[in-house]
């Protein structure tokens, strides 16, 4: 599975939109983009995937560049519960493995 | 739906004792993960169930670590003896099939003392 790249930490005002970046650079044109979060002490939630047309769902929209070699997650209007640490993966839609690496500690501020 | 249930929520053993968690996916999930989580880092992938059939256990530490998934729904997961560095939260997570979305329960607080 191709290799990501995110932030480390990140900081939002409650009630703007929060956008999380992720390079990856190296995918292949076989791989999906999911985006996971943690909120403390809980597991992985799932939020969006996409393979290449840009995704919206209840949590969050996902827009993927047209090369593929990157993508943002955006949280339309943040509240102080979305705070967590965001996880963008890189997965081959045939197997199963989600590789994490260390995420993006997002942190929404009243 | 229900979610994803685990048991214990923690565990405080002393080293080269065994212990075991247990895993309760989602109904009419077949396939069934469990992960390791060492503070500070994301999600390690230790073995992959799909039914009752073991799909990927490549990075599970063998020796002391196993698992088993009965009837192709509960599972459990035990690691005999335990050392130090096996300190982590153990996470169980289920998706309807391979191409799905994975679905996390709370995890398994382990501590070794």
């Known amino acids: 599975d191709a290799k990501t790249t995110q932030p480390p930490s990140m900081d939002c005002a409650e009630g703007r939109a929060a956008n999380l970046p992720c390079n990856h650079s190296t995918i292949s044109g076989n791989e999906y983009v999911y985006w996971y979060r943690q909120i403390h002490s809980q597991g992985p939630q799932y939020i969006i995937h996409?393979?290449?047309n840009n995704e919206t769902n209840e949590m969050a929209s996902l827009i993927i560049t047209e090369d593929r070699k990157s993508s943002t997650l955006i949280l339309p209007h943040a509240t102080l519960r979305d705070t967590a640490v965001y996880y963008c993966i890189v997965k081959v839609s045939s197997g199963s493995r989600l590789t994490f690496g260390e995420g993006t500690q997002l942190t929404v501020n009243p | 739906e229900a979610g994803v249930a685990q048991s214990p929520r923690y565990k405080i053993i002393e080293k080269r004792q065994s212990v075991a968690f247990w895993c309760n996916p989602i109904s009419g999930h077949a396939t069934l993960y469990w992960y390791q989580q060492i503070l500070g880092q994301g999600p390690k992938l230790l073995i992959q169930f799909q039914n009752n059939g073991v799909v990927d256990d490549s990075q599970l530490p063998k020796d002391r670590f196993s698992a088993e998934r009965l009837k192709g729904v509960d599972s459990t997961l035990k690691i005999q003896p335990a050392k130090l560095e096996d300190s982590a939260v153990y996470l169980c997570?289920?998706?309807?099939?391979?191409?799905?979305?994975?679905?996390f329960g709370d995890g398994t607080r382990l501590s070794i003392l």
């Open positions: 996409g393979l290449k």
């Open positions: 997570a289920s998706s309807k099939g391979t191409y799905q979305p994975q679905h």
